[in-house]
């Protein structure tokens, strides 16, 4: 009790010390604003990772509708925001946007998760499309293909660093909880796992469903911090952009997530002055890591404080 008390408040003091060095940074004038937005792309992009990572590494199932789920949330905060520009009215569309999402995956999944392989990716990448659609032919309320413009700029990196330390624990505990136990004996052998009587059927929707909703508060801050959504912002490539993270990190690892996340974000910000070569050298960087890294950076590794301490205990 006392150990894990003792590793909870190390954490706490890492994610506040955190917060208070880039606090310090951008008082100091050493972030200016362009970095101050890099970081918030990142977080956002950890966001979006983790959810993601959570269907794809710890599931093993093949999802392609992230963009879609992630639309969901966008425009939940344009409309609302536009309507009433203040931060109430934003949270509160961001949890309508979660629960719309979420509300879609579970209909969506109940009968797709079934699938497997490029099966549910087609599946998948199907449903993402068809949210694309409605959205385009949505009239007035989404103003079609134009978009909304407009949007009050909520999102600030304090905000975003918020919720990606929190869906990044809420995340760390539900793997850590019988249902994601449940969810990781699916991703090793379905048929053993069902064998015992996992029910692998819920146990892919819960998965769905929780990564649907990151994926929608994700889009939510991704709206308040452009200022804009456009349907075209929200097509397949988008969730490839994020599955790169994924795979790029190590499918199975929160922790690879978070520092591909980090290391992507940092380089995109470096290869701005080589937009001619920028996706050249990105896609090599890339191509590098899958030949010499196939599990992705970290594999299925995870930092964990406590195995150091029962190191140490044992030496």
Do not use: C
Not at 218 to 228: H, T
Not at 248 to 265: C, H, K, M, R
Not at 274 to 303: D, K
């Amino acid at each position: 009790m006392k150990k894990n008390l003792k590793i909870n408040l190390i954490w706490a003091g890492l994610l506040i010390s955190g917060y208070a060095l880039i606090s310090i940074l951008v008082s100091a004038g050493v972030l200016n604003l362009f970095y101050v937005q890099i970081i918030q792309q990142i977080g956002i992009n950890i966001i979006l990772a983790v959810g993601l990572n959570l269907i794809v590494g710890f599931s093993g199932q093949f999802s392609l509708g992230h963009a879609g789920f992630m639309a969901i949330g966008a425009y939940s905060a344009a409309i609302l925001g536009q309507q009433s520009p203040t931060y109430g009215a934003f949270f509160g569309a961001m949890v309508l946007g979660a629960l719309i999402a979420g509300a879609v995956a579970l209909a969506v999944g109940v009968p797709t998760l079934r699938l497997k392989g490029d099966y549910l990716a087609i599946a998948t990448l199907g449903v993402s499309e068809i949210i694309r659609i409605l959205i385009v032919n949505g009239g007035s309320l989404t103003n079609g293909a134009a978009g909304i413009l407009g949007i009050p700029a909520f999102t600030n990196w304090q905000m975003v660093y918020l919720f990606a330390v929190v869906t990044t624990i809420f995340t760390v505990n539900f793997l850590r909880s019988p249902m994601g136990r449940a969810t990781l004996s699916v991703r090793e052998d379905e048929i053993a796992a069902e064998s015992m009587g996992v029910n692998t059927t819920k146990v892919k929707v819960i998965a769905f469903v929780f990564g649907a909703m990151t994926a929608a508060i994700a889009g939510a801050l991704q709206a308040g911090f452009i200022g804009s959504v456009v349907p075209n912002d929200y097509s397949y490539s988008n969730t490839i952009n994020v599955l790169i993270i994924v795979v790029f990190g190590g499918l199975g690892s929160i922790t690879g997530t978070i520092l591909a996340a980090v290391v992507l974000g940092i380089l995109n910000m470096v290869l701005q002055d080589f937009s001619s070569i920028r996706m050249i050298i990105y896609s090599l960087a890339l191509i590098l890591v899958m030949i010499f890294r196939p599990g992705g950076l970290l594999g299925t590794w995870e930092l964990s404080l406590k195995k150091l301490f029962d190191k140490k205990e044992t030496k």
